[in-house]
């Protein structure tokens, strides 16, 4: 049993002030534009000399919107270029963690 309901409607965590639209670029998809939460979290690395500080970028989306999306597709997000590096759906599978690299 997940935490989340079967008939919960989750637009109403990523189609929100919170939420960034992406412009998508893939061969894969016929999505044009999605709606998620871009988190462009600094997260501590301990490399056995100390802590230094890694970047990870995650763009939270519901599922079903993105289930023709693949790794290497790129997204568009606020004039940024991503590479989607991994796919990670999230506890019961209702909300996916894009994997994000800035792509210069």
């Known amino acids: ?40 979290n600094y997260d501590p690395i301990f490399n056995g000399q100390g802590v230094s500080e890694g970047k990870q ?4 989306v519901e599922t ?6 693949r790794s290497g597709d ?3 997000i606020k004039g940024k270029n991503y590479l989607i590096k991994g796919i990670q759906p999230i506890e019961d599978g209702k909300l996916t963690n894009l994997i994000l690299k800035e792509d210069f």
């Open 1 to 40: 049993m997940g935490w989340i309901s079967e008939s919960e409607d989750l637009s109403i965590f990523i189609d929100n002030e919170f939420s960034t639209l992406a412009t998508v670029v893939s061969t894969n998809s016929s999505l044009i534009e999605l709606s998620g939460i871009l988190d462009l």
């Open 57 to 60: 970028i995650t763009f939270l």
């Open 64 to 69: 079903v919107s993105v289930h023709d999306l």
């Open 74 to 76: 790129r997204l568009i």
